[in-house]
């Protein structure tokens, strides 16, 4: 099966090659068309659903994949969410969210301005790509959890309602 992630960046496509081992993924950089940052959990599937739904149009025969990170508020504190979307070659779309976990009040004022929370994080801890390796969850979790883990549970979400799916219509 061909699967095509709708992102260059590293973290995703390690998520995407660990829940698809035995397939071909390919990665295209695609645009989310949100903003660079999402700042709803909307807005933040609303950008996976885009990214799977165009890497899918550029690859009829492939199964699209788009994730998605963001920021949401509740009760005026900024939360790390994300999101995944998988498209089949049918067009149908399966969405899933994954882990949220509060982020310090200090990036709030950063984010409401349109700084992107991956530019924030590299000042916060002075390191570079962390977007491409652990992530603001890795940080936060001290390690436990990664950013490429965060992505593969929403991924097997997906791959188990695509498969679901499969067998109910057969």
């Not at 989310?32 to 959990?41: E, I, R, W, Y």
């Amino acid at each position: 099966m061909n699967i095509v992630l709708g992102s260059l960046n590293k973290a995703k496509q390690k998520a995407v090659e660990s829940c698809f081992p035995n397939d071909n993924v390919i990665t295209k950089n695609v645009d989310s068309g949100v903003s660079k940052q999402p700042l709803t959990d909307e807005e933040t599937r609303k950008g996976a659903v885009h990214r799977a739904q165009i890497a899918q149009k550029l690859y009829p025969d492939a199964i699209g994949i788009g994730l998605e990170g963001g920021v949401m508020f509740i009760d005026g504190e900024p939360y790390l969410c994300n999101w995944g979307a998988l498209v089949t070659t049918e067009g149908t779309v399966f969405t899933a969210a994954g882990a949220r976990f509060k982020l310090p009040n200090s990036f709030t004022i950063d984010l409401k301005s349109g700084r992107e929370l991956s530019d924030i994080m590299e000042s916060y801890v002075n390191k570079k790509q962390i977007r491409h390796h652990e992530g603001a969850i890795g940080i936060f979790t001290n390690g436990q959890i990664l950013r490429n883990e965060m992505f593969e549970h929403v991924l097997k979400v997906l791959k188990g309602q695509m498969e679901y799916e499969n067998l109910k219509n057969e």
